[in-house]
């Protein structure tokens, strides 16, 4: 497969609390590339992790997550199509506002078990990675821009919210497509027929599918992603984005298997290269 897809791996720091996710997303970045025959284009240099707050986390990461935008910048003014991995969701802080600024018409699909909106005035924990979609919006300022609207978003499978973030849901601010029955059909409705930017957190997964730092039950099936991809396929695809694989897992150290994960996968990168 060739044409416009640029697949990128980041393998810098984005909040990372331990070394499995920066490995994840080498691993996930090679097997792609070998899956599809593209060639995969390293961003950012491994560090330590930093378990800190989201204020030092973030100036620990900016480095690396300017590189990353800058990548996303020429990717995207050029008209490629972005499919990119990284360790941590925070690496969206950089990509989401710059697919608003070109793609405004796009919607972020968002996958995630947890809600990624809070704010650093609404998080209980400070961690980075729970304030991408508020640092896109605009909530706050991280310093790499705002723009992306809060309807222009549709969270998939979430399921561990805070009460911020459930308010906004409530409120109708923001939507969120529940796992559970008819899901490729209750995500096609929200999305008709925009063009579609996904951004796939591994945890959205139920809990032993793959290696990931949060282990959330009642999330999908890889039957369950494979339906959706399927049916994001009818649109366009903006771009893909992936995180939080971790390249083994915590208890057993056993080396995590990316294969089930491509397979559901699939349609979305036939539709891209397409």
């Known amino acids: 497969m060739t044409g416009r897809l640029a697949l990128t791996t980041y393998r810098g720091c984005a909040g990372d609390r331990n070394e499995r996710g920066m490995q994840g997303t080498v691993l996930l970045g090679q097997a792609i590339a070998e899956r599809i025959g593209v060639e995969c284009t390293l961003v950012g240099n491994p560090?330590?992790?930093?378990?800190?707050?989201?204020?030092?986390?973030?100036?620990?990461?900016?480095?690396?997550?300017?590189?990353?935008?800058?990548?996303?910048?020429?990717?995207?003014?050029?008209?490629?199509?972005?499919?990119?991995?990284?360790?941590?969701?925070?690496?969206?802080?950089?990509?989401?506002?710059?697919?608003?600024?070109?793609?405004?018409?796009?919607?972020?699909?968002?996958?995630?078990?947890?809600?990624d909106v809070n704010t650093p005035a609404t998080s209980t924990t400070g961690y980075l990675g729970g304030l991408v979609i508020s640092a896109a919006a605009g909530l706050w300022d991280s310093?790499?821009?705002?723009?992306?609207?809060?309807?222009?978003?549709?969270?998939?499978?979430?399921?561990?919210?805070?009460?911020?973030?459930?308010?906004?849901?409530?409120?109708?601010?923001?939507r969120n497509v529940t796992p559970g029955a008819g899901l490729a059909e209750r995500l096609g409705a929200a999305i008709g027929t925009a063009p579609v930017y996904v951004h796939i957190d591994c945890d959205v997964l139920d809990p032993g599918i793959v290696p990931t730092e949060y282990a959330v039950p009642g999330g999908l099936s890889l039957g369950d992603l494979r339906a959706v991809c399927e049916r994001l396929a009818a649109n366009e695809i903006?771009?893909?984005?992936?995180?939080?694989?971790?390249?083994?897992?915590?208890?057993?150290?056993?080396?995590?298997?990316?294969?089930?994960?491509?397979?559901a996968l699939e349609p979305l990168w036939s539709a891209m290269a397409g």
């Not at 330590?48 to 480095?63: E, H, N």
């Not at 969270?155 to 906004?168: C, F, I, M, T």
């Not at 971790?246 to 089930?260: I, K, Q, V």
């Open 143 to 174: 310093g790499f821009g705002g723009g992306l609207a809060l309807a222009n978003v549709v969270l998939v499978g979430a399921r561990d919210l805070d009460p911020s973030e459930r308010v906004l849901i409530a409120s109708g601010r923001l």
């Open 47 to 115: 560090s330590a992790p930093v378990t800190s707050k989201w204020d030092t986390a973030l100036a620990t990461a900016r480095p690396g997550l300017r590189e990353l935008a800058s990548v996303y910048e020429s990717l995207m003014s050029a008209q490629r199509v972005p499919l990119t991995t990284f360790a941590r969701c925070a690496c969206g802080i950089a990509t989401l506002p710059i697919i608003a600024r070109h793609r405004p018409d796009a919607v972020v699909v968002y996958f995630d078990a947890h809600g």
């Open 238 to 263: 903006v771009g893909v984005e992936i995180a939080e694989l971790e390249a083994t897992w915590r208890d057993t150290g056993a080396p995590a298997s990316t294969e089930g994960l491509l397979g």
